[in-house]
Every structure is written in C-alpha cells, then in structure tokens.
C-alpha cells in the first residue's frame, strides 16, 4: 500500500519552456502533498506543502510565480515549472501522506534544462 | 524554525559490521521522526520511525533512539549487508495546519564493503 507515482521519470526541454510534472496516490487519498527539490549528493529541500482545494504554503525563498502548485483532488497534485531556466534543473520529489501518517514518495523526475 | 544536523556524512564499514547514524534537532515541539533510505536516483523510502512518545523502536537489524531532552536521535543498523548501501537521511517534524511538514538532516552515505 502507500504508492506515489510520479511522472514523467525524466524531461529534457529548451529554456524558456514550462514543465508540468504530476503526483498520483494510488492507493490512498492524500490529504497533503509536498513537493521537494534535491540537487545532486544534496538533502531533500521542500518547497511547498499543498493541500486538496486550497492553495499551496511556499517555502521562504521559492518563487510563487515560478513553480505553480495545483492539488485539484485527493489523488493528483501538479507542479509547474514556468518559463524553466538551466538553473531549475533539478531533481524534483513529491511525497503524500494522509492524514499523520507517514510520508510516502515518488519516484522523482529529472529535469534537465539546456 | 527547524533546524536538523546529521552526522557523519559519510560512513564505510565492513560487511556484518553495526553502523550509527547521529542526529540532533533544535525544536523541542518536534514530536516525529522519520529516518529514509534513498539509493542512486531513486525515492527515498522509510525504513523506520519514532514518535516522541518512545524512547525506542526496533525493526529487525534496524533500531532508532530518541533522547527528547537532549534532542538527538539516532538509527542503528546491525549487521550490516551490502545492500544496505546507500544514502540515509533523518528527518524531524513540525505540525502544520493538520499535517506533519518533514526537515531533512543533509544525509549520510553509508558503504557496506563485502
């Protein structure tokens, strides 16, 4: 139980482009999705914390505008990366957790900006 | 806010050996503490946690202590395999409008030499 599929696994895109990247509980209804970001031999650094229907918390220091957070239901929840740059390229997680239990991770997506 | 220190940053023993992974935090309302392994480009999974209602939990080769006065914990892993090779994070947690928001410690690369 307690799957989180991520997708895609990997983006390659041209400056200036936007990327979406989606998060999906399987198995259960999240109540909360985090989206983190992890450079690599780094920590995972969240950035925001979204909850279903309401918009999402941003960390001190993330850009609102540059990484739009949609949790438009109990299983999906979406980041966009606006107008992504060489400098958003990144290892980008989300996890879901319902309720207080544990959080439970995707499998990451690899994005690379050229 | 939360701030959560690992140590040490990397560690190599020999296979059947124990192996010790340290951390502290510095806010004493934290009251949850998960520790994650994460292999080469893969999500970082949970391999145990403890709620600061215990002082101990053991799963098998793997164990976790929390000193709640002195803020530390730590993840003991007994005789070690090589699989057990990999990058392991701790993680605190802070209460959030209703769901747990997680600080990573910056990891520690554990290598199980056969």
Redesign the interface.
Known sequence: GAVVSQHPSWVICKSGTSVKIECRSLDFQATTMFWYRQFPKQSLMLMATSNEGSKATYEQGVEKDKFLINHASLTLSTLTVTSAHPEDSSFYICSAMKGLQPQHFGDGTRLSIL | GENVEQHPSTLSVQEGDSAVIKCTYSDSASN?F?W?KQEL??????II?IRSNVGEKKDQRIAVTLNKTAKHFSLHITETQPEDSAVY?CAASIS????????????MKLTVNP
């Open positions: 949850y998960p994650y480009g893969k999500r970082p999974q949970l946690d994070f959030q409008g209703g769901s747990e928001k997680l600080v990573f410690g910056k990891g």
